[in-house]
């Protein structure tokens, strides 16, 4: 099993930038599809974007042009830049890989490794 390990959520006011990070123990990791979702509380987890292994991206419209996905494969590690934060962004962010695979996707049943995910909260 692959371990990631979310970091960098925290309290932040409608308007700031905030980046989160997801370190991968796996080897696998450049080679491999990796995904952020989000889930904030009562409602179902959902999709925020995802990042193949040779970096393109795919966004939900809710965060598009305001969210960025990078990776570093040197350091198995993938980030979200997180810009121009609502308070509809408030929510606990995971972080997802899809070993081997080349193809993204916004299903977290195609996903078999999570973080234990991560609080972002943006006050008004």
């Known amino acids: 099993q692959v371990q990631l390990v979310e970091s960098g959520g925290r309290l932040v006011q409608a308007g700031d930038s905030l980046r989160l990070s997801c370190a991968a123990s796996a080897r696998t990791f450049t080679r491999s599809t990796m995904g952020w979702f989000r889930q904030a509380t009562g409602k179902e987890r959902e999709f925020v974007g995802s990042i193949s292994w040779i970096g393109g991206t795919y966004y939900a419209d809710s965060v598009k042009g305001r969210f960025t996905i990078f990776r570093d494969n040197a350091k198995n590690t993938m980030y979200l830049q997180m810009d121009t934060l609502k308070p509809e962004d408030t929510a606990v962010y995971f972080c997802?890989?899809?070993?081997?695979?080349?193809?993204?996707?916004?299903?977290?049943?195609?996903?078999?490794?999570w973080g234990q995910g991560t609080q972002v909260t943006v006050s008004s």
């Open positions: 997802a890989g899809r070993w081997n695979s080349g193809i993204m996707s916004t299903q977290p049943s195609d996903y078999s490794d």
